[in-house]
């Protein structure tokens, strides 16, 4: 295993450690979605979807 | 006196919310030439895909360790420009690797082009609609924490199918993260532009990167 793999793993691990306790507290303490409020994520994200494989059949 | 009060404290609000708002996109547009001209640098120099990884943890240094610290005070300004630094000299590593195919230049420009149409749309999406996407924080921030695990469990497996299913999750939740930070400067969750921009701006580099991944592995060019 080169040192790249040893590097990117650690990075992560440290990255992961880090995060971990954010991502418990902003679960805890998030607000809940009201009504419409997925759809409203959903579709912009749709529409980036479709252009990503617009983009991917362009090149 | 009641009335004026209730009067004007929306207004201040609203004002106080925009200036955070012009502050971050002045900071974020000049940290992304910034980060551009470093790139062209790296590139310049020829720098190695070593040169990455050893930029990205120079730059998680300083957002984990120096940037909390500064994010108050002028010297967080120096702090963002080192971080968007050093963040764009590593990127001129993984740039140099698709120069090396032949049609490398137009997959960089595609994925520039790609990133930009996407921040763009998002942005202006969240500023338009004034919707609150602060519910998003918590699947957010797991749905990262999820995919940190799968990227460190694909550095040992190197599945290239895991490959490509982690930049395309990596976009979808980036652009989450773009709606999540601009409704947060939007409704006064985020009031400090340094912090704002950082955010941004690390959505922004991770879509490039990961669009560039994807364009890179379908442009059907090894």
């Known amino acids: 295993m080169d040192w790249m793999k040893i590097g990117s793993a650690l990075l992560l691990g440290a990255m992961i450690i880090f995060l971990f306790p954010r991502a418990k507290m902003m679960l805890k303490h998030s607000p809940k979605a009201v009504s419409g409020d997925w759809q409203a994520v959903l579709l912009p994200l749709a529409a980036i979807i479709g252009f990503i494989i617009l983009l991917v059949m362009s090149v | 006196m009641y009335r004026n009060q209730t009067v004007v404290r929306p207004a201040e ?9 012009r502050n971050t996109y002045t900071l974020l547009s000049m940290t992304m030439l910034f980060s551009a001209a470093m790139a062209a640098i790296s590139v310049f120099v020829e720098s190695g895909p070593g040169t990455y990884l050893i930029s990205v943890m120079g730059a998680m240094g300083l957002i984990w360790l120096v940037l909390p610290r500064t994010a108050n005070s002028g010297a967080g300004v120096g702090v963002v420009f080192a971080i968007t630094g050093l963040m764009g000299f590593g990127l ?58 799968a990227a460190l469990a694909n550095i040992f497996l190197d599945i290239p199918a895991m490959t490509l299913a982690i930049s395309s999750v990596i976009i979808i939740l980036m652009s989450g993260f773009i709606l999540y930070d601009t409704s947060r400067i939007i409704h006064g969750g985020e009031t400090n532009y340094i912090l704002a921009t950082v955010s941004l701006y690390l959505s922004i580099y991770n879509i490039f990167i990961s669009l560039l991944q994807i364009l890179g592995a379908l442009s059907g060019d090894d």
Not at chain 2, 13 to 21: D, F, G, R, Y
Not at chain 2, 98 to 123: D, P
Request: charged share 5%; hydrophobic share 55%; no cysteine.
């Open chain 2, 13 to 21: 609000s609203a004002l106080a919310t925009n200036k955070v708002l």
């Open chain 2, 92 to 149: 001129g590593g993984v740039l140099n690797q698709y120069l090396a195919l032949s049609n490398g230049s137009q997959l960089i420009m595609t994925a520039m082009g790609g990133t930009g149409v996407i921040f763009l749309g998002l942005s202006a999406y969240a500023l338009t609609t004034r919707r609150d996407f602060s519910f998003l924080g918590g699947m957010l921030f797991v749905g990262m924490l999820v995919i940190l695990v």
